[in-house]
């Protein structure tokens, strides 16, 4: 099995002199969802949360919530001037940023999570969330008794097509004749912070005779929650699948499970790097075979599998982490 951290491939070292003998400053800035969404950027947040209370590092860490386009870059621009020991930049929608203003600083450290930006000076940390969709999609086509499921993503772009694809693949793995309902909330940002929408498609896909339906869509998936759960005030068994984390306990019950991205520990394992004077950059990646990738079996939805369910479930999983399920076509990859 791989190393947690063990990178495909390395773009420099920093020499050890990079560091002074101080405590590194740690400094993050979230996407527009912020750190209260219960996904991805609070995942993030938690594990500077965990570092600043475990680990030796400056008290003038700090994290920021970008507002917009011109908020981000001006905070990136004031953590360089702030002598930050790295720049986390959380989320695809920062990483356009990064892209442009890393070369102009060649000396400061930066940490991409969730896409890839090929800089000499940037640590990409990426998820093979290819795996974690086709899984939650085998999850919901052994679950489904109407033999209908969803997907809604939030912001329309390439990455979520690939959980569309995904997601669509692993049902039909199971159940080569079910119908997959396929939604989005919009084209821009906001669309990952928009969970009155989200409810309005899934109450949509739910109507059309879904019973299961898997979020990739940020702060939105909020609604997709709450569509389920009005939906089974009708006496109706309909269930949401949560997304990047944990979210089983945000609507006990209702949640059928959810697909975890180890974010948090990603976080972590990067601030040791910079502790230790061992950080690299290059292309991190997380998948199934690392635990990086995993679905959610807890309290909140145990009983929601029956023990045959639940073996067919891993063993699913364990075929994805040795290769033996192709998760994507390659023209999906590309």
């Known amino acids: 099995m791989k190393n947690f951290l063990s990178p495909f491939y390395f773009l420099s070292l920093f020499p050890l002199s990079a560091f002074s003998n101080t405590e590194p400053k740690i400094c993050m800035v979230l996407d527009k969802a912020g750190k209260d969404d219960h996904s991805f950027n609070q995942e993030a947040y938690n594990g500077f949360q965990k570092a600043f209370k475990s680990l030796p590092i400056s008290r003038e860490s700090k994290v920021i919530e970008a507002k917009d386009e011109n908020h981000l870059n ?18 695809i929608n920062n990483a356009d940023t990064i892209k442009l203003i890393s070369p102009q600083f060649p000396e400061q450290k930066f940490v991409v999570i969730d896409s890839n930006v090929d800089k000499k000076n940037v640590r990409s940390i990426v998820f093979r969330d290819e795996q974690g969709a086709f899984l939650m999609g085998a999850i919901a086509a052994i679950k489904s008794k109407t033999g209908s499921i969803g997907i809604i993503g939030g912001m ?111 976080v972590l394992d990067t601030i040791q790097n910079i502790i230790d004077n061992k950080f690299t950059t290059g292309l991190y990646t997380y998948d199934i075979s690392n635990g990086g990738i995993n679905w959610a079996l807890d309290k909140y939805n145990k009983e929601l599998f029956t023990e045959a369910e639940i073996i067919k479930i891993n063993h699913i999983k364990n075929e994805i982490a040795l290769n033996k399920i192709q998760t994507l076509s390659k023209e999906a990859k590309n």
């Open 156 to 266: 329309n772009i390439p990455l979520i097509q690939k959980f569309e694809t995904a997601y669509t693949a692993g049902a039909k793995y199971v159940n080569p004749k079910i119908n997959v309902l396929i939604g989005y909330v919009g084209i821009s940002v906001e669309a990952w912070n928009n969970p009155t929408k989200a409810q309005e498609i899934a109450l949509s896909q739910f109507d059309q005779g879904a019973d299961i339906i898997f979020h990739a869509a940020g702060g939105s998936g909020l609604g997709v929650f709450n569509a389920a759960e009005k939906a089974n005030k009708k006496n109706t068994k309909k269930y949401a699948i949560g997304c990047d984390s944990n979210q089983n306990w945000i609507k006990p019950g209702m949640i059928l499970t959810s697909m975890t991205k180890d974010i948090e520990k990603s």
């Open 74 to 91: 001006q905070t990136v621009r004031s953590f360089v001037k702030g002598k930050c020991s790295i720049i986390f930049a959380v989320g």
